[in-house]
């Protein structure tokens, strides 16, 4: 299966709520993994079945101590808990303090994270820079999604994330606006600034600002969930980008094609279509 990994490069523009999200809405069976060291939002924000409090000392901190013995399919979801409404997550660090006790554990996770055998990982890694201590997750991911907002501030942090991110990861990239549905103008804009760099980014998506919805990923939604911005634009996202990590990359196929140079590995769909 793949690990996807949602950032952001400045601020809170809603990575946690588009995360929370996208695991409801994904195709096949997920975990959403909160590896941002400012802290857990999901224990605060969601509940466990039957409205419970989460338990916020299963998961990325408890899964340091055991991770010491080695990493596994079965060691990570012993560590991670079902949402009210059925999405697996490992509730994140409680404080930024707590990150001084995760030693090492960085890299060989985003190295499980994307070899489970049974189960995609969104990982939430907040915001990131070239120091940040969550980055070998990011560089072990298939597909790494920064997400901004509309806002010439935002978008000037993400034109200058994506210049310095390129140099640390190998993964396809993408970027999801956050803005007002009736708001295409400013999206565009953002799509104008990514066509003018030298970067490449794959995947571009528009997520719709909408309190209404994103309040039910927050314990104070009303209404029907299935009728809000939120969730018919993340619908298609969801798909999408499931579709996108479901394939072997151009990188995986030419690391496949250096190991068994006389070997009869062949290009997925995606690689047969760009020939």
């Given at each position: 299966m793949a690990l996807v990994a949602l950032a952001s490069a400045k601020g809170s523009p809603g990575v946690t709520t588009a995360g929370l999200v996208l695991g409801a809405l994904w195709p096949r069976p997920v975990?959403?993994?909160?590896?941002?060291?400012?802290?857990s939002d999901v224990a605060i924000r969601m509940t466990a079945p039957g409205g419970q409090p989460l338990n916020s000392d299963r998961g990325l901190v408890s899964l340091a101590a055991a991770g010491r013995k080695g990493l596994g399919d079965d060691v990570i979801m012993a560590h991670s808990q079902q949402l009210d409404g059925g999405l697996d997550a490992m509730?994140?660090?409680?404080?930024?303090?707590?990150?001084?006790g995760m030693g090492g554990l960085w890299a060989p996770l985003g190295i499980t994270f994307n070899q489970m055998h049974n189960t995609d990982v969104l990982a939430d890694c907040g915001r990131i820079g070239p120091a940040s201590p969550q980055l070998p997750v990011v560089q072990a991911a298939?597909?790494?999604?920064?997400v901004c907002t509309a806002t010439g501030s935002s978008v000037a942090h993400l034109r200058e994330r994506l210049s310095s991110l390129v140099h640390h990861v190998d993964a396809r990239l993408g970027v999801i606006v956050v803005a007002d549905p009736k708001r295409r103008d400013g999206v565009k804009q953002v799509w104008s600034v990514l066509d003018a760099m030298s970067v490449q980014v794959q995947h571009r998506w528009h997520l719709a600002y909408d309190p209404a919805g994103a309040?039910?990923?927050?314990?104070?939604?009303?209404?029907?969930?299935?009728?809000?911005?939120?969730?018919r634009t993340a619908?298609?996202?969801?798909?999408?980008?499931?579709?996108?990590v479901a394939m072997p990359s151009q990188y995986e196929y030419d690391m496949a094609q250096a190991a068994f140079p006389g070997g009869e590995v062949r290009p997925g769909p995606d690689l047969e279509a760009r020939r």
């Open positions: 975990l959403l993994a909160e590896c941002d060291p400012a802290g509730i994140g660090v409680r404080s930024p303090e707590q990150i001084g298939r597909l790494v999604v920064l309040a039910f990923f927050d314990g104070r939604g009303h209404g029907r969930l299935d009728r809000t911005a939120l969730i619908t298609e996202i969801a798909a999408e980008m499931a579709a996108s």
